[in-house]
């Protein structure tokens, strides 16, 4: 077991706090405090619209041990804030690479049933390490996001396996290894089956949209004259 | 074919010009959208273009007349320097803002859930890409990312071009011109 450090969960998802990303990044953060490690928490979205969130950012991202990105899919890559973020951590690192080694990882959920496709957006992450100077410690892809919207992750009921796979992650970035294949593994198995979640997404959506008092959800408000 | 270009690029590029005179040299109409001079706020994951004013972002800046042009081209390339494999930060906040595009409803495409289009008619899409160096691991992303875009577009055979950014007008219209005839860009 490596001795307890410093780690930055940087959140890209442009809802912050109150994020599926945030909740998955917060129990990854949970894990490393159990075992003395301390953590700060920044939004991406944030830290870009604001010179001493920015600079809070800048002075942990440097100071950190470890990073973890908490992110979800957008249009099959990362969030826009969080590659302006990238971008302007790569700009200073270019100029001041930090003495210490540095490990990041990436955790990526998405909405579609398939874990699978969060890869190209793990694949930029990694790009990111690689060119900013942080070595890549792996990354770990969620399908089926809209699952745990609203819903805390515990042991116990549908959420059990995703907190069991993320402590387990946990566990491993503490001792100051890699994720492991298990790990990613356990947090890319498909929480119910994809017919049933799919059937759960569409209802929510057509409930929600009642809600709103939204009745026509196929409009076409740009179709051009031949359309 | 009325193409729609979309500069995402945040220093001025010469190949924006480079990619309209590809287009002109195959009889179409090119029209730039320079991002650099249009106000354009990041999405913010509220669904509201899906479930309250259903196909338009609920953010009214120039993120809808992005969407709205698009809407009505016959065809979208995306300019951008490769940025760690994908697009610049620049560019993906406009992309992000183009869900409207799409339904919330899933239909299946080469057996994986992707969203049903909400336009009978949808444009070709494409990209240019602009790399630093040659980082082989970073344009293989780049070329991912343009495949499983134009998964989620329905787009069958995407044009994808890849190069130096220093390449040179010849080489880069020579690269483009190869990228419309393998993706059959008529």
Redesign the interface.
């Known amino acids: 077991m490596s001795a307890p450090g410093q780690a930055v969960l940087l959140i890209g998802s442009p809802r912050g706090g109150r994020s599926t990303s945030a909740q998955l990044g917060e129990v990854l953060v949970a894990g490393l405090k159990k075992r003395g490690w301390t953590a700060t928490t920044h939004v991406a979205r944030t830290a870009i619209a604001n010179t001493s969130s920015w600079s809070e950012l800048e002075r942990a991202a440097a100071a950190a041990e470890l990073v973890i990105v908490a992110t979800p899919l957008y249009v099959d890559s990362l969030p826009a804030p969080l590659i302006e973020t990238f971008e302007r951590l790569h700009a200073l690192r270019r100029t001041a690479t930090p003495p210490q080694a540095q490990r990041l990882i990436a955790v990526v959920n998405s909405g579609f049933p398939e874990a699978s496709q969060n890869d190209t957006a793990l694949a930029i992450c990694r790009c990111f390490a690689r060119r900013a100077g942080f070595h890549w410690d792996g990354g770990l892809a969620l399908g089926m996001g809209g699952a745990l919207s609203g819903h805390a992750i515990t042991e116990h009921g549908r959420t059990h396996a995703v907190a069991a796979a993320l402590h387990r992650a946990a566990d491993e970035l503490a001792a100051g290894g890699p994720l492991s294949a298990g790990a990613i593994q356990a947090l890319a198995r498909p929480m119910m089956p994809v017919w049933l979640y799919r059937l759960i997404a569409e209802v929510s959506f057509r409930i929600a949209a009642w809600r709103y008092g939204t009745r026509h959800l196929g409009a076409r408000p740009y179709a051009r004259e031949d359309d | 074919m009325k193409i729609l270009l979309i500069d995402g690029c945040a220093v001025e590029q010469p190949a924006a010009a480079w990619l309209a005179e590809a287009c002109r040299e195959r009889g179409w109409s090119p029209t730039t959208l320079n991002l650099r001079a249009l106000t354009i706020a ?4 509220c ?1 509201g273009c ?7 972002c609920v953010t009214d800046d120039d993120g809808r007349e992005v ?2 042009q698009l ?2 081209s016959d065809g979208v390339i995306l300019l951008t320097p490769v ?7 620049l560019l ?2 406009a ?2 803002r ?2 409207p595009m799409i ?4 239909s299946t495409v080469n057996g ?3 969203h049903r289009l ?4 949808q444009p070709r899409f494409g990209a240019l890409g602009l790399m630093g160096d040659d ?1 082989a ?2 344009a293989q ?1 780049f070329r ?2 343009v495949a ?2 134009a998964l ?1 577009w329905h787009e069958p055979r995407p044009a994808v071009a890849l190069v130096r950014a220093d390449a040179g007008a010849t080489a880069t219209r020579a690269t483009l011109q190869a990228a419309f005839d393998i993706a059959g860009w008529k």
Not at chain 2, 42 to 45: E, F, I, K, M, Q
């Open positions: 990041s999405c913010t994951g669904f899906w479930l309250r004013t259903p196909g338009i969407l709205k809407v009505q940025t760690f494999g994908g697009y610049s930060a993906k906040r992309l992000d183009i869900i339904s919330p409803f899933f994986e859930t992707h909400r336009y009978t008619r980082d691991v970073e992303t991912t990312l499983r875009n989620n």
